[in-house]
């Protein structure tokens, strides 16, 4: 993981600031604390993605993916240290859509939960609206309302039922659909 090549466009993602954090571009130096946090089973079961129990190298798989030039989605460290919080509360995400939309996606460190990190990270990435979308999708399991709080919260309108695999619960989860038009 030393000798991977940060791209210029991750170099160039956008570091945005909120009241007691920072959103920041990933960094190799993440993946122990990625691997720490997705290795609790009930973040990895609140995910379409991370397996449980985490392979080795996923963190890093991960990381790698988040800095390539070629990658379609751009993912931010929830970085507290600057308050004296810990380096890395958790990660939110935006994945590139066709017709100038965007998914946000999120999760937080179990350890971390109902302290309000998530919906201010969701808040302060929607407000940036770095990809510039016209429109962002969101969902949460529905076995999770606190994630769809988060979503609520930041001006998410629910759309429907869904379903999504997880990675984790090796199955088909039904979810909840949320999408924000932007401004």
Same mark, same amino acid.
């Given at each position: ?62 990381? @790698? ?30 994945? &590139? ?40 999708? @969101? ?8 994630? @769809? ?18 990675? @984790?619960?090796?199955? &088909? ?11």
């Amino acid at each position: 993981m030393d000798d991977l090549k940060i791209s210029d466009s991750a170099l160039n993602q956008p570091v945005i600031a909120t009241e007691r954090f920072i959103l920041r571009p990933l960094r190799p130096s993440d993946a122990g604390m990625i691997a720490h946090y997705t290795s609790d089973k009930r973040v990895a079961e609140g995910t379409r993605a991370i397996p449980h129990p985490l392979p080795p190298g996923a963190s890093e798989a991960f990381v @790698a993916r988040a800095l390539s030039p070629d990658r379609t989605e751009d993912v931010w460290a929830i970085d507290g240290s600057a308050n004296k919080l810990a380096e890395l509360l958790g990660v939110v995400s935006l994945t &590139r859509m066709e017709g100038d939309q965007s998914e946000l996606g999120f999760w937080i460190g179990a350890g971390f939960w109902n302290t309000g990190f998530a919906t201010e990270a969701v808040d302060a990435l929607v407000r940036a609206n770095p990809h510039k979308a016209r429109t962002l999708f @969101a969902e949460a399991f529905q076995d999770n309302p606190g994630s @769809a709080r988060v979503l609520t919260n930041c001006g998410f309108v629910y759309l429907g039922d869904a379903e999504s695999w997880s990675v @984790a619960r090796n199955a &088909r989860v039904p979810t909840w659909t949320y999408l924000r038009k932007m401004d």
